[in-house]
């Protein structure tokens, strides 16, 4: 069974900083493409990165470049988004979710964690 | 970026009936692989959202068939053959033709 499981979600103030952490099983990890998604709270889900399997090639969305990153450790089957100078507007659920594999581009996003939540606020 | 416009916002439907979502796109989402690349989700309260359709029109794996899409270009859309209770949720497209990704503002669906 494919699972993901988020975690790292924390109260934060504002410049603060975390590290989320997405712990993936039951597939084999290092073939696909992985990416966060985040939701504010009464909004709809906002792209925020994605990594491609050797970690070479990431892209972010423009509200969070220079300050979050993501990364990945084969190894150990896990996502990482380290989050910092958070403001206000980075209070959302963060989600992990499977991105897609070489072999089928175009069969995306079909596996989801059940997030994680971070508050940014004083 | 590419905008994603979905309409209605929401939808109030009696079971059985049949649910039609639209979604507009800024851009064309046809890929150089020839591929279409739309996705819908439903997301229930306190839930991350679930994949129903990808490219278009084909349902992800265990989606019910009563689910489809169909649509080209900047043009798509959901439809449901006969809404069941379970159904009830907001229902969102989105493109991954090129970063950043973007999703629709969503349609919420309810039963009457």
């Known amino acids: 069974e494919v699972q993901l499981v988020e975690s790292g979600g924390d109260v934060v103030q504002p410049a603060g900083s975390l590290r989320l952490s997405c712990a993936v099983s039951g597939f084999t990890f290092g073939d696909y493409w992985m990416t966060w998604v985040r939701q504010a709270p009464g909004k709809g889900p906002e792209w925020v990165a994605t990594i491609n399997p050797d970690g070479s090639e990431r892209y972010y969305v423009d509200s969070v470049k220079g300050r979050f990153t993501i990364s990945r450790d084969n190894a150990k089957n896990s996502l990482y988004l380290q989050l910092n100078s958070l403001r206000a507007e980075d209070t959302a659920d963060y989600y992990c979710?499977?991105?897609?594999?070489?072999?089928?581009?175009?069969?995306?996003?079909?596996?989801w964690g059940q997030g994680t939540l971070v508050t940014v606020s004083s | 970026d590419i905008v994603m416009t979905q309409t209605p916002l929401s939808l109030s439907v009696t079971p059985g009936q049949p649910a039609s979502i639209s979604c507009k796109s800024s851009q064309s989402l046809l890929f150089g692989d020839g591929k279409t690349y739309l996705y819908w989700f439903l997301q229930k309260p306190g839930q991350p959202p679930q994949p129903l359709i990808y490219a278009v029109s084909s349902r992800f794996s265990g989606v019910p068939n009563r689910f489809s899409g169909s649509g080209s270009g900047t043009d798509f859309t959901l439809i449901i053959s006969r809404v069941e209770a379970e159904d009830v949720g907001i229902y969102y497209c989105?493109?991954?033709?090129?970063?950043?990704?973007?999703f629709g503002g969503g349609t919420k669906v309810e039963i009457k």
């Open positions: 989105m493109q991954s033709v090129q970063f950043p990704l973007t």
């Open positions: 979710a499977r991105y897609f594999r070489a072999e089928t581009p175009y069969y995306r996003l079909d596996c």
